[in-house]
């Protein structure tokens, strides 16, 4: 489980700036006005905020609410490193070794490593990324093959991003993201009965997300490149 800290401020919100979304941000922001609250959970963190911003006295007040880390520095906030927007994205992952899913919507408490890098993946919207992973699990629970389907929301920004240069031209960018794998139901965690690690205590672990860190690595001109 993550121990980052999610701290929702209170921001003035720029005149005639037009939000794209209940989780959007501004381009630029100013010191926080005041803070909402504090969690270790990001997914209650984004509620939070998005609960305040869709309040209907938000459409002609001058705060929004917005999700930072703030004990790592950001490059658009005076207030930390931006978690929102999250952006969300379908994956897979390795199916466990005895595990069995009772529903489509089902994430296994050991999905700890992606089958591939989330960082690069199409973005959705979290209704749309939802019925995506209902529709592909249902097909794999009928056809049971190696890979399952999960829901994998991504911070804003990086937790680091280094770029460098070669004499002949290329430019290389690497950035570490914080990733989280979403259980849309907190009791959907499958059956763990005929997995051979079935004693450990990840067997009775409950958790509604699960952080991982991803290098992503990418060149001008050049796909990403995945580790």
Known sequence: MSSTRYRVVLISRPEHWQPAGPDDVPLQMAQPAAVLTETGDLLKAVRGAVQFNQQPARQQDSQWAIVVDPDTAGRCSPAGRLATPIKYRVEPIWWPDGWEPLSALDVPNCAWRLHESAAAGDSMRWEQALATVRGLNQQCLVAPGCLWYVVVAVENEPLSQMVSFDPSGPQTVVEVRRLHVIRPDPLGRGE??????????????????????FTATRSRGSAPARE
Request: aromatic fraction near 4%; charged fraction near 20%; hydrophobic fraction near 30%.
């Open 192 to 213: 763990c009965a005929a997995c051979p690690a079935r004693s450990m205590p990840c067997a009775e672990e409950s958790w509604r997300s699960q952080a991982q860190q």
